[in-house]
């Protein structure tokens, strides 16, 4: 893309962000002198409770969006504006949107301590800035498990005394089956189905029938075998999560929360702990360079050693083209500089790609501006005028 395309892209985005805070400012002010007129009044405390259900009402059928969103709005931007008011700035100018302050707002509604708050304010702008909504989101929540980890065991303790099963149908013969878990073993879970899914015959030994199902209904398939049928459902694939924990975060001696492989989601340290005891648990040491970078490996030959694989597999976590979340596992490792012209089988000329995006690498449509960097173990917020460098697990 051309640098005259990129400009206006950008500028488009911003007008967009100042558009959409011209409107989540307007419903803040308005509200807010609406409210002070009716406190003013001599009414009863339940008409003028009425009448400030009314400007909520009245706001939402100007702008022509449910009641809901007005609330969403109020109590969002309120979060934001009031909490975070450098987050509100960048808001104003167009740096973030909606959707991203959004975000922003909800985690900001979970912390407690002030310095969370300030790490927030004076980050997520920049993040934010140069993130897809869900990266923001991901960063979001490793922020608060690092910062308040505490809380992440409280919340995670008090949700899974809510776990539980539903099943809802649908109007055309189909339904949903959904299950609220602890993090670390629903990602077991799906780790289990991907593999076992994986493994299938591609062809039914019986038949030599081509088996057509899509990864995904295959999945879908062994799920309900799974849960139906009392007999051949043993498998070779075993359920496994794959997490980086400090050491000292491991032995007790602090309480920093652990982090999945891939998309990063925090786990209690607590239930870390116990999954190291189990006698199935396999240890691996992770080199770290000061930065938190996973250090370079160079193989002599084409195809990666399992051990440089594995190291890439934490580097990536997922494919590295930005926004893109396909799984680790589910992706291949390309030579950024090919082969045969001179690249190497080392950690700077491999990256992993998804098998779509490794395809559009291949017939070069693949811009490496289009790339994310690598997963760094070592992520840094400023608060106040230092910059303080919070160490993940590794």
Known sequence: ???IADDAFAEARRRRARAEFAEWDLVLTHREREIARIDAT??????KELARRAVTLE????LRIPENSVWRIIVQGEEVRDRTPAVWVAFRDGVLDARRVGLIADMVAKLHTPKALEAVDQNAAEYGSGHTPGELRAWLKRLRARLEPEKLNDDAAHATEQRHVEISHNDDGTSWLSALLPTGVAVAVGNRLR???KALPKTDPDTGERDRRTREQKKADLLAHWLTCSEGTQTDIRAEIAITIDSTDLIGLTHGAAFTRGHREPIPAAWARELAASEHTLFR?????PFGNVMDTTKLGYHPSESLREALRWRDGTCRVAGCQADIRDTDLDHELAYDRGGTTSADNLRSLCRKHHN????????RRSLRPPVQFVEC???GTPVVYRPVPA
């Open 42 to 47: 001599d009414d009863v405390l339940l008409s």
């Open 360 to 367: 559009m690498k291949s017939h070069d449509h693949l811009d």
């Open 195 to 197: 593999a076992a899914a």
């Open 381 to 383: 917020y400023a608060v």
């Open 1 to 3: 893309m051309s640098p």
């Open 59 to 62: 706001i939402a059928q100007r």
């Open 285 to 289: 040491r992770l080199g770290l360079d």
